[in-house]
């Protein structure tokens, strides 16, 4: 659940952030393991989000997405989707790492990007192209990137045909076609981007445990120290670790306009990653505020009575409403009583925003004010 608030507080990129990558921060491989949600994506142009199998998950509608990795292994990482498309005119993305094209299984041919085979959400290993037509010879079997030198890296996933709709991405070294099940694994968390600090092991290591604060302060320990490498190194770590707690500061407090729940869980995790810092105490406070706040606690009433029917809601199928067969489920009932209650009840909350567009995808036809 913890990487789900985590994520929650990159999703408002969608909303807020610059064209231009952020430095802020990256996620950090562990263990040869990367796993992003799809809406935990460092720049959204373009895509538009919906609910998913693992959180949120984000429809290509002609734009492109970014996501900042950090590596610390080298070596081929298999790459795993959790997608769906209608129809094979909507089931591939370009995907590329720092610019560079995936590697089919016979470690010569570069397909432009993943294709999925599923219109439920499924997980998929499947590579499109080069061209249109994926070679007969690598077409039904894994694909992966080569990480030649540690470092941070840029996956970028790009339009090719719209509609195709994702919800997470994961990276695993030497893959063997392990691929993952229903939600995959919790969401890798998303960490300051370190700087070069081989005389700092222990901020290192707290870095590497999320420990944030205590990185923090082991570093700011070490800022005045006589040992003029330490010194700098100290400063750099620390700078690193205030700009990425900043940013994600600055990002809760966008979100907070569309989403003041999520906003302030994220605030309440950032407060708890900058633990024992003065900086995660006025995150600590924030969050303390904003969870007070009317729009907060509406906005948590609505949730909570969208929780009630989400899944079953979820589980409809799109024109629903009008079709004589299905028109009389019982989840189509609960789903039209509480879109219109939330509707007039609570109608700016994001509660109301998703049962209001689950209503529509269903094809029911609610007031709002
Ligand atoms: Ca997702």
Known sequence: MRSRIIS??????????????????????????????????????GWDELDGTSGRALRDAGGHLEFTVAFERTGRYYAYILARCTSTEDNDAYFTLDGER??????????????????????????????GH???????????????????KVLRIGSRS???????????????????????????????????????????????????????????????????????????????LVAHATAAAARAAALKRDDPVAATRVMSELARRYAGTPEGRGYSRDARVWRSEPATVEALKAESIWAQVARDARG?????????????????????????????????????RRALARAKEVGLAIPTR
């Open 134 to 152: 994926t070679p007969p010879a690598i077409k039904m079997d894994p694909v992966y990137f080569l990480v030649a030198q540690p470092g941070t």
């Open 316 to 352: 409809l199928k799109a024109g629903a409403a009008t079709d004589a067969r299905s028109g009389r489920d019982p989840a189509l009932a609960r789903l039209e009583y509480v879109a219109r209650f939330l509707a007039k009840r609570y109608p700016d909350t994001p509660a109301c």
């Open 8 to 45: 929650a507080g990159v999703l408002l990129c969608a909303f807020a952030c610059p064209a231009a990558l952020s430095a802020d921060g990256a996620f950090a491989e562990r263990d040869g393991l990367v796993v992003m949600e799809a809406e935990s994506a460092s720049v959204i142009r």
């Open 162 to 240: 719209k509609g195709f709709t994702l919800d997470k991405i994961v990276l695993k070294l030497d893959g063997k076609k392990a691929k993952p099940e229903g939600a995959g694994p919790d969401e890798t968390p998303y960490g300051p981007a370190m700087p070069k600090i081989d005389a700092l092991p222990r901020v290192t290591a707290l870095v590497g445990a999320d420990r944030l604060g205590a990185a923090l302060i082991e570093a700011r320990r070490h800022v005045a120290s006589s040992d003029e490498q330490t010194a700098r190194q100290a400063r750099s770590a620390a700078e690193a």
């Open 102 to 131: 995936l590697y089919a299984s016979d470690g010569r041919t570069r397909p432009e990007g993943m294709r999925c085979h599923s219109k439920a959400f499924a997980w998929s290993f499947l590579p499109k192209g080069p061209g």
